[in-house]
């Protein structure tokens, strides 16, 4: 459903990626891990062409992201639905008009059938009622439910999470995990998630791949990625703590 062909992006003299290739299926949780600066959301920024590359393609079913314009690039990016690192709510709106805001501005939709549909994403991600409290109110894990249901009220079918779980506490975060992956049962959706959380990389990814120095070292599912003799997995595993499986699903038994 995406797919990367040689992508190469430069910020000055440090080249991030380099020549990175890797494809996406429909339907699965595409986790990409990796140190600061190995380029997960470089990446992710690319899909949606906050970012192009110096070389290389990056695909969207048949439609060359990077190679689009206009009209064209608008009916691209209206199959995905992103969840930012800082949930991006504008704070002099309610949870309901911050929610409101992709239909607001792609649609036609009435206002009321905008509310009504607003009200059953914020139930979907376990927020009924809160639609009239503003962002300031809210815990930093409500925020980030908020900025989800925003991401998924025009029905997507691909949803980027930009390290979703950042700066929570491990209960809120696991909590986010689960949401993410109950979602992708429940809609059906593409997601592709960028963190450097590893356990929740194991937990909710169907393949998790690892950047480093701009290459893709490994990509396969979780179970293979723990038994990988990869030395930058290894140490990467290492210094989470996790050995196998079963470390991962204590983390979500607590």
Same mark, same amino acid.
């Given at each position: 459903?995406?797919?990367?062909?040689?992508?190469?992006?430069?910020?000055?003299?440090?080249?991030?990626?380099?020549?990175?290739?890797?494809?996406?299926?429909? *339907?699965?949780?595409?986790?990409?891990?990796?140190?600061? &600066?190995?380029? %997960?959301? $470089?990446? /992710?920024?690319?899909? =949606?062409?906050?970012?192009?590359?110096?070389?290389?393609?990056?695909?969207?079913?048949?439609?060359?992201?990077?190679?689009?314009?206009?009209?064209?690039?608008?009916?691209?990016?209206?199959?995905?639905?992103?969840?930012?690192?800082?949930?991006?709510?504008?704070?002099?709106?309610?949870?309901?008009?911050?929610?409101?805001?992709?239909?607001?501005?792609?649609?036609?939709?009435?206002?009321?059938?905008?509310?009504?549909?607003?009200?059953?994403?914020?139930?979907?991600?376990?927020?009924?009622?809160? *639609?009239?409290?503003?962002?300031?109110?809210?815990?930093? &894990?409500?925020? %980030?439910? $908020?900025? /989800?249901?925003?991401? =998924?009220?025009?029905?997507?079918?691909?949803?980027?999470?930009?390290?979703?779980?950042?700066?929570?506490?491990?209960?809120?975060?696991?909590?986010?995990?689960?949401?993410?992956?109950?979602?992708?049962?429940?809609?059906?959706?593409?997601?592709?998630?960028?963190?450097?959380?590893?356990?929740?990389?194991?937990?909710?990814?169907?393949?998790?791949?690892?950047?480093?120095?701009?290459?893709?070292?490994?990509?396969?599912?979780?179970?293979?990625?723990?038994?990988?003799?990869?030395?930058?997995?290894?140490?990467?595993?290492?210094?989470?703590?996790?050995?196998?499986?079963?470390?991962?699903?204590?983390?979500?038994?607590?």
């Amino acid at each position: 459903m995406i797919r990367f062909e040689n992508v190469t992006k430069r910020f000055g003299a440090k080249v991030v990626l380099d020549g990175v290739t890797f494809e996406i299926e429909k *339907g699965e949780t595409f986790v990409i891990v990796g140190q600061s &600066g190995a380029g %997960k959301s $470089v990446s /992710l920024r690319h899909m =949606i062409r906050l970012l192009t590359p110096e070389s290389g393609r990056v695909w969207v079913e048949e439609d060359c992201v990077n190679e689009a314009s206009g009209r064209e690039l608008e009916r691209i990016l209206a199959h995905f639905g992103v969840l930012f690192q800082s949930a991006a709510l504008l704070q002099w709106l309610s949870v309901e008009d911050n929610v409101c805001l992709p239909l607001r501005q792609k649609t036609r939709m009435p206002d009321d059938e905008i509310r009504t549909r607003v009200a059953e994403r914020l139930a979907l991600v376990g927020l009924e009622g809160v *639609g009239d409290k503003m962002p300031a109110d809210l815990s930093g &894990g409500m925020r %980030k439910r $908020v900025g /989800l249901a925003r991401a =998924i009220v025009t029905d997507p079918e691909i949803i980027l999470y930009d390290e979703p779980t950042s700066g929570l506490d491990p209960v809120i975060s696991r909590q986010i995990d689960l949401l993410i992956d109950d979602l992708r049962r429940r809609l059906g959706v593409t997601s592709v998630v960028v963190t450097h959380d590893l356990y929740s990389a194991l937990h909710i990814g169907t393949r998790v791949a690892m950047l480093h120095d701009g290459h893709m070292v490994h990509c396969s599912a979780p179970e293979d990625f723990i038994a990988s003799d990869h030395p930058v997995v290894r140490d990467f595993l290492q210094a989470q703590g996790i050995d196998s499986m079963a470390d991962v699903r204590k983390a979500f038994k607590q």
